[in-house]
């Protein structure tokens, strides 16, 4: 059972990025996905999460507007798109499944914003 995030980099302020965030194991369906963020020096911060249940989303104020979580059953995978990203927005990100009385974490993956 393994929850695998992919997709940082290093892009420019204004850029776009595309998280993914991978399960293997077991069925994204069955669970709430979450993604959030830690900044050096900063409380890990909840970004966006999906519901199992309707697909209800929920962002940050942070981040609304400019993000986007969705999922795609047949890859088992849910994604976070990233648009118009600040330099604020620059931590290590990672994805959360919650649900069946389980809570995975995948490992993180680093976003780096240059101003």
């Known amino acids: 059972v393994q929850l695998q995030a992919s997709g940082g980099g290093l892009v420019q302020a204004g850029d776009s990025l595309r998280l993914s965030c991978a399960a293997f194991?077991?069925?994204?369906?069955?669970?709430?996905i979450g993604w959030f963020r830690q900044a050096p020096g900063k409380e890990r911060e909840g970004v966006a999460c999906?519901?199992?249940?309707?697909?209800?989303?929920y962002y940050a104020d942070s981040v609304q507007g400019r993000f986007t979580i969705s999922g795609d059953s047949a890859k088992n995978t849910v994604y976070l798109q990233m648009n118009s990203l600040k330099p604020e927005d620059a931590a290590v990100y990672y994805c959360n499944a919650v649900g069946r009385g389980y809570d995975y974490w995948g490992q993180g993956t680093q976003v780096t914003v240059s101003s």
């Open positions: 999906i519901s199992s249940t309707n697909g209800a989303t």
């Open positions: 194991g077991f069925s994204l369906d069955d669970y709430a």
